[in-house]
């Protein structure tokens, strides 16, 4: 089992960026995929960005491509998501999960993952 941990969030003006964290316990989190997925009020949960366990395939939602980088550090047990150019409909809360498996395929669906953080508030400001 791993426990994820989501850092990074806030309040950013229209055009800016963040970096968002997600710490995952447990020794074995280099065997895990991860993603991360975005909640607006009202709405519901959806893919922004994967990779797979050794961070040798990504994939992103077309909105964020080429605005968003998702990255992992095996040694540090931890998960980034590098977001720039940010629009104030990308407000939500965001937040990371996890699969195990050693595979080259990035998963895309929420119901793909076993385990989920709490979430971080993004809020972009016009």
């Known amino acids: 089992q791993v426990q994820l941990v989501e850092s990074g969030g806030g309040m950013v003006q229209a055009g800016g960026s963040l970096r968002l964290s997600c710490a995952a316990s447990?020794?074995?989190?280099?065997?895990?995929?991860m993603g991360w997925f975005r909640q607006a009020p009202g709405k519901e949960r959806e893919f922004v960005a994967g990779?797979?366990?050794?961070?040798?395939?990504?994939d992103y939602a077309d909105s964020v491509k080429g605005r968003f980088t998702i990255s992992r550090d095996n040694a540090e047990n931890t998960v980034y998501l590098q977001m720039n150019s940010l629009k104030p409909e990308e407000t939500a809360v965001y937040s990371c999960?996890?699969?195990?498996?050693?595979?080259?395929?990035?998963?895309?669906?929420?119901?793909?993952?076993?385990?989920w953080g709490q979430g971080t508030q993004v809020t972009v400001s016009s």
């Open positions: 999960a996890a699969r195990p498996g050693v595979t080259n395929y990035v998963y895309t669906a929420v119901g793909s993952y076993d385990y």
């Open positions: 990779i797979n366990w050794s961070g040798s395939t990504t």
């Open positions: 447990g020794r074995t989190f280099s065997t895990y995929a």
